[in-house]
């Protein structure tokens, strides 16, 4: 072999390996093709080497140009080798690449449960990129538009659960409202990036990446890796992150998605509440669970008195905005665990946990009163509305939902004969 055939043989390996590292998807492929192609490489360079030290039997060569030749084949040895490395390097980055993409695509497939998806999602990077100590998911919630934190690694402070993206300045909301993935070397040199704010988990943090989550034309949050040590992340890092973003995005929108329809599962269209199905599963578990701790639990059903009349006088569109109006009033003087459900036509149901009968007689009445005090006004109209309520706690075992629900209702019937607009205790 001279030295013309060897620059050819070694171009076509380099070509195979930039071939290798750019098309090859399987990470443990990639790696068994760079092992076979860096040891041609090698066979070639000891060829090459043997080429200057080789002897011929023919007329011996001058000294001086063995040396030459051996010198020169040292040098491309030395080089290749400097570009085994290389390879080696770039195969081990794309490598984890793939995997991280693996994982995600994994997580896509595997769950759609939002929150177990997000610590899956941030897991992954996590592993994908070992310069990480600490790491954030932060969506944009959508009513307030505020990035939220949903996911972490090594950050428990809650000043640092919420941004707001016009606002607030800081590495995470810049790439958001920019839309571009950010590197930041170092900390101490463009403290701008920083978060606002005195908050001792992130004074330590050096440098950072993060990659906002877009999907088309939205975007959906941010995921960001930190580190202690300045410039501990690279460009090919940050590259890592954008493409695991890409992945990471579609399967939360996939979720996100899912979460929405069972959500319009059980819940009432008109109102918002609960629907009957959706109170049935959660009313359920909270007796199930009042059982096993001995903890009090108590149901008030709700009735409209006289809505026929209403229905009747200013026809069932008006019916349906006074309906969504005494849901809203109910809704807003109960607790965020009580559950409250439209349980059919004019009637809805509250339950209460941690609660004795005593308190939700309370609480009966604090409703009735909400109500009735202020008319409903619709257009033009001023529409007074009273409700009948019963109320009735959790009996001891045997006891069921359907028995507590029950003796509620039938407290909330006592309530319309004796009346209407009152309170009765079943």
Do not use: W
């Not at 068994?32 to 060829?47: G, H, N, P, Q, R």
């Not at 030749?69 to 085994?84: D, F, P, Y």
């Not at 100590?133 to 000043?159: Q, W």
């Not at 707001?164 to 590197?183: D, H, Q």
């Amino acid at each position: 072999m001279n030295k013309e055939h060897f620059s050819l043989d070694i171009e076509v390996l380099r070509a195979r390996l930039s071939e290798l590292e750019k098309n090859t998807t399987d990470p443990a492929q990639l790696r068994k093709a760079v092992v076979e192609t860096c040891s041609d490489l090698m066979s070639l360079l000891k060829k090459l080497q043997s080429i200057g030290l080789n002897t011929s039997t023919d007329q011996p060569r001058a000294a001086s140009e063995r040396a030459d030749s051996t010198a020169e084949a040292t040098k491309a040895l030395e080089s290749s080798q400097r570009e085994i490395m290389l390879a080696e390097i770039v195969a081990e980055h794309r490598t984890r690449q793939l995997s991280a993409l693996h994982t995600a695509t994994a997580a896509l497939l595997s769950t759609l449960d939002l929150e177990s998806l997000l610590g899956q999602i941030l897991d992954a990077a996590n592993v994908a990129i070992p310069a990480a100590e600490k790491g954030m998911l932060h969506l944009i919630a959508p009513d307030t538009g505020e990035l939220e934190m949903r996911a972490s690694i090594g950050y428990t402070d809650n000043r640092i659960r919420k941004f707001s993206v016009p606002g607030s300045k800081g590495y995470i909301t810049t790439a958001v409202r920019e839309r571009r993935p950010i590197l930041i070397d170092d900390f101490d040199k463009d403290p701008s990036l920083r978060h606002e704010g005195k908050i001792p988990e992130t004074r330590p943090i050096r440098s950072a990446i993060v990659a906002p989550l877009i999907l088309k034309d939205e975007v959906l949050g941010a995921l960001s890796l930190d580190s202690a040590s300045p410039s501990a992340f690279t460009d090919m890092d940050l590259q890592l992150l954008t493409s695991f973003a890409v992945t990471a995005t579609e399967a939360i929108r996939n979720a996100q998605l899912h979460a929405e329809v069972q959500k319009q599962a059980i819940t009432d269209s008109l109102t918002g509440l609960y629907n009957r199905r959706g109170f049935t599963e959660l009313g359920r578990r909270e007796v199930e669970r009042a059982l096993r701790f001995r903890h009090p639990l108590s149901a008030i059903m709700i009735d409209i008195d006289l809505f026929k009349i209403v229905n009747d006088t200013y026809g069932h569109n008006i019916g349906d905005l006074v309906l969504r109006a005494i849901a809203t009033r109910c809704n807003s003087n109960v607790r965020t665990v009580d559950i409250l459900g439209r349980f059919g036509g004019d009637e809805f149901i509250l339950l209460l946990p941690e609660t004795d009968m005593f308190t939700a007689a309370g609480v009966a009445e604090r409703l009735r009163l909400r109500v009735a005090d202020t008319p409903v006004v619709i257009e033009n109209y001023k529409i007074p509305i009273t409700i009948s309520l019963g109320v009735a706690k959790q009996a001891g075992e045997p006891s069921d939902l359907d028995s507590l629900l029950n003796r509620a209702d039938a407290a909330m019937y006592m309530a319309k004969q004796s009346g209407r607009n009152r309170v009765e205790v079943g």
